[in-house]
């Protein structure tokens, strides 16, 4: 069963260096094939992507955070960490992660992990 | 800055037929952008619902299906639940690694 779990601050400040942790299960980052992704959801707002990483540690990032963005991957712990410099109070919002599964060039989101609720504010 | 758009609310009677579009701010939505599209109740992680277009991910109902309309890719709900009251999004790939999230439809069930 594959699983993913997201951890970090549910406070941090403006200005601040914001660093997720998505701890998953079931599969593993070093298998041919695999990629996670991140997502976020500010309240009452939709989804955006963020950024994905690759079992190659090919990374990708939406065009219009890349200079904020970082996404790594700790194959040993099945975990990618995905930071994000500069928060500013627009960045409030639930960052899900979520496995990005693959039949021959098509990709999708599945499954999501529950979501982890961070707010920017002094 | 690519906008990928969606109709921002939709209401279908239990029983009826709604059908959801995605589209682009320039250009149309083609089977190489791989739609797929997700369904998110209030307080819950989203859940796939189709991708590739019209793949029905495992444990969908049938009556959810995908297909490209025109320009736009679209999802169809035929014969509405009141548990289908939900927002829906799409995605779309751009090539290169990069997805674009859609902005989403509320669709009301009553």
């Known amino acids: 069963q594959v699983t993913l779990k997201e951890s970090g601050p549910a406070l941090v400040k403006p200005t601040q260096t914001l660093t997720l942790t998505c701890t998953f299960s079931?599969?593993?980052?070093?298998?041919?094939?695999?990629?996670v992704g991140w997502i976020r959801q500010p309240p009452g707002k939709a989804l955006e992507w963020l950024a994905r990483?690759?079992?190659?540690?090919?990374?990708f990032y939406s065009t219009s955070l890349k200079t904020r963005l970082t996404i790594s991957k700790d194959t040993s712990k099945n975990q990618v960490v995905l930071t994000v410099t500069n928060m500013d109070p627009v960045d409030t919002a639930t960052y899900y992660c979520?496995?990005?599964?693959?039949?021959?060039?098509?990709?999708?989101?599945?499954?999501w992990g529950q979501g982890t609720l961070v707010t920017v504010s002094s | 800055q690519t906008v990928v758009t969606q109709e921002p609310s939709f209401s279908v009677s239990p029983g009826g037929t709604v059908t959801l579009t995605c589209g682009l701010s320039?250009?149309?939505?083609?089977?190489?952008?791989?739609p797929s599209w997700y369904q998110q109740t209030p307080g819950q992680t989203p859940r796939t619902l189709i991708y590739?277009?019209?793949i029905r991910s495992s444990g969908v109902p049938d009556r959810f299906s995908g297909s490209i309309l025109g320009s736009k890719a679209a999802l169809t709900i035929t014969g509405a639940q009141a548990d289908d009251e939900s927002d829906y999004y799409c995605?779309?790939?751009?090539?290169?690694?990069?997805?674009?999230f859609g902005t989403g439809t509320k669709v009301t069930v009553l």
């Open positions: 990483i690759d079992w190659d540690d090919d990374k």
């Open positions: 079931g599969f593993s980052l070093s298998t041919t094939g695999v990629r």
């Open positions: 995605v779309l790939y751009m090539g290169s690694g990069i997805y674009v």
């Open positions: 320039s250009g149309s939505v083609s089977t190489g952008y791989y």
């Open positions: 590739s277009t019209n």
């Open positions: 979520a496995r990005i599964r693959a039949s021959g060039a098509a990709t999708w989101f599945d499954p």
